[in-house]
DNA sequence: GCTCGATTCAAACGATTGTTTGAAAACATC
DNA sequence: GATGTTTTCAAACAATCGTTTGAATCGAGC
């Protein structure tokens, strides 16, 4: 185990015709390069089919440098999420929180609208979005496979790290539909932030069929910008009475 | 491999006493044994995590009996798959024929509303969520997480699987939706897709913390109920003009 | 120049993976 | 009851997995 503090650059000594593997030269010390790595090939492959060997070859290191650096296959994958989903989820809190501040100082009795709620949870993974030189746009995808990956330690650490944000926002999303009740709120939220993080997810079977423009397919700034006005539209919605039930699935 | 026709029942003469394995003694011939145990543990477990050993071993047959009657664990997995989704996506597309031929005999121009065509996608979910008897419930959780996965099999599968009902709903939404641009109208169904499958992929990390009441967290019936009306909103939702752009993600 | 902790490296570990094999058993047909 | 096909079974296959080991190499401090 590194006691980090100092740690080593990569060999300079290296021959100069070598070429270590397929996969563009990565930069930075052993832990970034597997970082970077790693967030590339789980995000194409996902979690378990993706060979601790294939990221080491991939970053250019030693298969051993994984476990000295960071203890585990599943250490790794977490400090690939934590990298930027811990920064991304302190943005979106920083932002909610400026939000708060701006109204309440303007109209007194301060209640965000579903925009303004919604823009704090979008800009945020926007920037990832738009972060051309970083894997940022590599990790929205990695991060929309996570949600649904079974695996207990990944489903356990997202819920962790998600905790915080999601009672603020449930709050926020709370005052801003101050006539629904508390809990339809709550499997509304549930439903914004499964759209959200399923089509960051990307490469998906049905994109496939649906017929998009091909410049907009991996473009995941129209996407948002799309994908806004309907969840606003769907938390808007009315509250649907028992009496209406029959409306719905009077067939099934 | 099996000419199919005629296959053989499983040995009567077990031993009174024989416990195959911790799991409740699956029924019906070996390909049934297996496909339920598949079932559910590739739900559980996801399609990497999940061994072939395992599988057989619940459904208490022997281990090459799956390259023997499906190929490969690949096909096996999208055996799985198709046993439950297929009947599913024709219940859709005939759903969708009967109201379009019930409006159409009524009212000349037959447009249907957005909650007909909701409803044409939702209820033959909710008939498999409804089936306590079987493994449907198990089956719209596993279908839900192979969204997700990045395996190219499944992608492509998927997207075979779906390419007709895609098709089809698109066509429909676009006559009941005629102010929107057809692109648009793509958008808004593959968001109501991914809404769909992400909430019944289930036991995700974010449930946990989204404070529902026990008895409705694992009640898919009432989850698609609040969910349609969610969706319904959000595709009648106005088309977002470029000169409102502004409105969302200023500062991003 | 020497020591000491941090890091890298090649090699091997034991375990598990999906698949194949060939013989034994169960079946259907005559 | 013999024949031929279908299905089951135990065993082994080669490959790959995550992890560990112990020596080699590096950089910094005295």
Known sequence: M?????????????PAVEKISDKVAETGDTKSRILDAAEELFMEHGFEATSLRLITTAAGVNLAAVNYHFGSKEELFQAVL????????????????????????????????????ISAMFIPALKLARDHEQGGKNFLRLLGRAYADPAPFIREFLSNQYAEMITRFRAAFGRALPHLPREEVSWRLHFVMGALSYTLAGTDALKMIA???????NNDELLLKRLAPFLAAGLRAPLQQASDAHQWFTEA
Chains 1, 2 share one sequence.
Do not use: W
């Not at 590194?2 to 290296?14: D, F, G, Y």
């Open 2 to 14: 590194p006691n980090s503090a100092l740690r080593r650059l990569p060999r300079v000594t290296e």
């Open 82 to 117: 934590t990298r930027r989903l811990d920064p991304m989820n302190q943005d979106r809190l920083q932002l909610l929180t400026a939000y708060e501040a701006d109204t309440a100082g303007k109209s007194g009795k301060g209640a965000l609208t579903c925009e303004q709620i």
């Open 211 to 217: 017929q998009f423009h091909p410049e907009e397919v």
